[in-house]
């Protein structure tokens, strides 16, 4: 019985501190600017190609 209440008291306690807490949240913001970044460069990848093929062929034409 006493372990379980010992158990009951160490896992609220954990739960009530937000200790680090902060450090989490930057991470996330941290994550989502990645992913935002990862997703403009995927976007924008296709129309630099396209650019410097473009201006491979006019080079190649001179």
């Known amino acids: ?3 379980t209440i010992g158990l009951s008291r160490h ?3 954990l739960w ?3 200790r680090g807490a902060t450090a989490v949240e ?9 992913l ?4 403009a460069l995927a976007t924008m990848a296709d129309t630099v190609v396209g650019m ?3 201006i491979a062929i006019r080079v ?3």
């Not at 930057?26 to 990645?34: P, Q």
């Not at 935002?36 to 997703?39: I, M, N, R, T, V």
């Open 1 to 3: 019985m006493s372990v």
């Open 11 to 13: 896992v609220t306690a």
């Open 16 to 18: 009530r501190d937000d």
């Open 26 to 34: 930057y991470g996330l913001v941290l994550a989502l600017i990645t």
């Open 36 to 39: 935002a970044s990862l997703g």
């Open 52 to 54: 410097w093929t473009d």
């Open 60 to 62: 190649a034409e001179i």
